[in-house]
């Protein structure tokens, strides 16, 4: 399946590292995320049922990561994709991080890809 619901550059706020003093505050960790999903119903018939509401998708990110605490990219990234094959009527999901103090050259995150289990 080709069809994919995208965010760029979604700025969260999540306690995040190694260090117990790096999790003290929360930081910026930007996300992108490549959703896929079915879209033709809702091209086909304009209907919102028929997709998914974007807004429903930025709330539960930001939620997960706020309300979270990390050590590594990598875990937050595996919630992030759970939750949204658990939440959501989607085949798979693509999820990027990156803290925002790393977003300088050179650029440095983690990608992760996760799919539905069929059983």
């Given at each position: 399946m080709?069809?994919?619901?995208?965010?760029?550059?979604?700025?969260?706020?999540?306690r995040?590292?190694?260090?117990d003093?790096?999790?003290?505050?929360?930081?910026?960790?930007?996300v992108?995320?490549?959703?896929?999903?079915?879209?033709?119903?809702?091209?086909?018939?304009?209907?919102?049922?028929?997709?998914?509401?974007?807004?429903?998708?930025?709330?539960?990110?930001?939620?997960?990561?706020?309300?979270?605490?990390?050590?590594?990219?990598?875990?937050?990234?595996?919630?992030?994709?759970?939750?949204?094959?658990?939440?959501?009527?989607?085949?798979?999901?693509?999820?990027?991080?990156?803290k925002?103090?790393?977003?300088?050259s050179?650029?440095?995150?983690?990608?992760?890809?996760?799919?539905r289990?069929h059983?």
């Open positions: 080709k069809d994919r619901i995208f965010i760029k550059n979604l700025i969260v706020l999540s995040i590292g190694l260090t003093r790096e999790r003290r505050r929360k930081q910026k960790v930007v992108n995320l490549e959703i896929f999903i079915d879209l033709r119903g809702a091209g086909k018939t304009d209907e919102m049922d028929r997709t998914i509401n974007y807004k429903e998708i930025l709330e539960k990110v930001r939620k997960i990561a706020s309300d979270g605490e990390y050590k590594l990219l990598e875990r937050l990234a595996d919630e992030i994709a759970s939750n949204l094959l658990e939440s959501f009527a989607v085949e798979s999901v693509d999820v990027t991080l990156r925002a103090k790393y977003s300088k050179p650029i440095m995150g983690i990608g992760i890809s996760r799919n289990v059983g």
